[in-house]
């Protein structure tokens, strides 16, 4: 089953590093999964060279929200990231989202992503976890993306939601496989259920925290998985096209 397996650099990279990178990747990419790459902004040009065809989309890690008339020093529009290339954004990483009100103001972001298909990221910290309160934390998060006044303005034909527990995130510790299925269940019945025209089948949820060649093929397998985000190991050409080349 295809899946998608996309790949956020974060911070990091240089020209070196995308050269030594894609002479890697190109060789040995045998992948029938939907691969997504999020460089930082300043190298997703660069990328572009690289792309032959479908063999891999691009995508920015954070948009800025501004309203139509209003100009924002350092920020960027989804017309930017179309423009070059992009067909994908990241909102409301759990390592931006500190900037704003919860997921609120990254949920306005949607309003404006135009045609980019949008990845809204949510997940619990550790201390929600270890109160119990993982899925109001969710529940809040998820509130923000289902807000009327936050539908894009080109109307999504599916939603993408990345479920990335924030106690997970660089340290080496994932959900118990089970409990990943369950929690994207859930966030697939809660946005089926409060978004006025997605079913539930137009509804992908993706795993991050912590994902590796090791765990990789046991998380997309697990039912309710469309996909995962990886950051670390995502960073590792080789560890990175053997994810993209699982069989699943
Ligand atoms: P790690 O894979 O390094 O835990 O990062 C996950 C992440 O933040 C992806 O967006």
């Known amino acids: 089953m295809k899946k998608i397996i996309a790949a956020n650099w974060k911070n990091n ?3 070196k590093f995308i050269k030594d990178y894609f002479d890697y990747f190109l060789k040995n990419l045998v992948s029938n999964n939907e691969i997504i790459i999020f460089p930082p902004d300043l190298y997703i040009d660069k990328l572009n060279h690289y792309r032959d065809k479908d063999n ?3 995508g920015g890690q954070n948009m800025t929200y501004v309203c139509d008339d209003v100009t924002q020093t350092s920020g960027h529009s989804s017309d930017m ?14 390592e ?18 135009n045609d980019l298909q949008v990845i809204f990221c949510i997940g619990e910290s550790a201390d929600a976890k270890k109160n119990g309160n993982t899925q109001n934390v969710l529940i809040k998060q998820l509130e923000d993306l289902c807000k009327k006044g936050n539908y894009p303005k080109v109307n999504p034909k599916k939603v993408i939601v990345a479920y990335e527990p ?5 340290t080496g510790n994932i959900p118990k496989i089970d409990d990943i299925s369950f929690i994207h269940r859930f966030i697939k019945t809660y946005v089926s259920e409060n978004h006025p025209f997605l079913k539930e089948k137009d509804i992908m949820v993706l795993y991050g925290g ?6 990789a093929q046991d998380i997309l397998s697990a039912r309710y998985v469309d996909g995962v ?9 080789e560890e990175f096209t053997k994810i993209c080349n699982l069989k699943i």
Do not use: M, P
């Not at 990231?81 to 759990?94: A, R």
């Not at 009100?101 to 992503?113: D, F, G, I, P, R």
């Not at 912590?210 to 765990?215: A, E, G, P, Q, T």
């Not at 985000?229 to 050409?237: H, R, Y």
């Open 13 to 15: 990279g240089s020209k």
């Open 96 to 113: 931006v989202r500190g900037q704003y009100t919860a997921c609120n103001e990254a949920a306005k972001s949607l309003y404006v992503s």
């Open 229 to 237: 985000l990886i950051g670390g190991a995502s960073l590792d050409a």
């Open 166 to 170: 924030v106690w997970a995130i660089g």
């Open 81 to 94: 990231f179309i423009d070059n290339g992009c067909n994908y954004i990241l909102v409301g990483h759990s």
């Open 56 to 58: 891999f989309n691009l």
């Open 210 to 215: 912590s994902v590796s060649l090791k765990n």
